[in-house]
């Protein structure tokens, strides 16, 4: 298996851009989850869907980021507009049951100017 | 919120030596795990731990799950080159929606001279 798939591995936009990331679990997984990591915060939790549903979305900063998950094979996170603290490396991971081992994709660094 | 403190920040080490670091927190948790990230790439689990006072071994690291319960610890011995990296601690918690969810350390970046 090749893993956790993100694209892309590094974004750089303007201040008030829209942005989409992706992801593709790792196949046979029902849990995906999308964190953010700052030098400031660390890892944090944005939220994670089980079988394709949003169970939990109380880390996602505000209104401006957005999370899909429309089959079991891909999950975007959007941030729109983008603003320069948006600026981290976004990971995401999968994993096969609840409680399960998490495997992170490789992230993709964001840089908003 | 649920903190994590993990020390120390960062260590620079000699091939061979023997490196300790943990994570203390006010709360209680029932998993302790740890992590580890090269650069570029995403944290990968290396010891995970599910009962207070659990000791567990992966090769050259041994971690182990604090008694209280707001404590863990993980020992690297015999250093080499590539324990090269940051290692985070997490542990699992209950949000106040019900569902669970991991917190983290800030990491331990750690230096091995040849």
């Known amino acids: ?113 | 919120g649920q903190q994590l403190n993990q020390s120390p920040q960062s260590m620079f080490i000699q091939e061979g030596e023997d490196v300790s670091m943990n994570c203390t927190s006010s709360s209680i948790f029932n998993t302790w795990l740890w992590y580890k990230q090269d650069p570029g790439e995403g944290p990968v689990l290396l010891i995970a731990l599910y009962k207070a006072g659990e000791l567990t071994s992966n090769g050259r690291l041994t971690a182990q799950f604090g008694i209280t319960r707001k404590d863990s610890f993980l020992n690297i011995s015999a250093s080499i080159p590539s324990d090269v990296g940051i290692y985070f601690c997490a542990a699992r918690t209950i949000t106040q929606g019900g569902s669970e969810k991991l917190v983290f350390g800030k990491g331990t970046k750690l230096t091995v001279n040849p």
Request: some cysteine; proline content about 7%; hydrophobic content about 35%.
């Open chain 1, 1 to 113: 298996d090749a893993g956790v798939i993100q694209s892309p591995r590094h974004e750089v936009t303007e201040m008030g851009q829209e942005v989409t990331l992706r992801c593709k679990p790792i196949s046979g997984h029902d849990y995906l989850f999308w964190y953010r990591q700052t030098m400031m915060r660390g890892l944090e939790l944005l939220i994670y869907f089980n079988n394709n549903v949003p169970i939990d979305d109380s880390g996602m900063p505000e209104d401006r980021f957005s999370a899909k998950m429309p089959n079991a094979s891909f999950s975007t996170l959007k941030i729109q507009p983008s603003e320069p603290r948006d600026s981290a490396v976004y990971f995401c991971a999968s994993s096969e049951t609840r409680f399960g081992e998490q495997f992170f994709g490789p992230g993709t660094r964001l840089t908003v100017l």
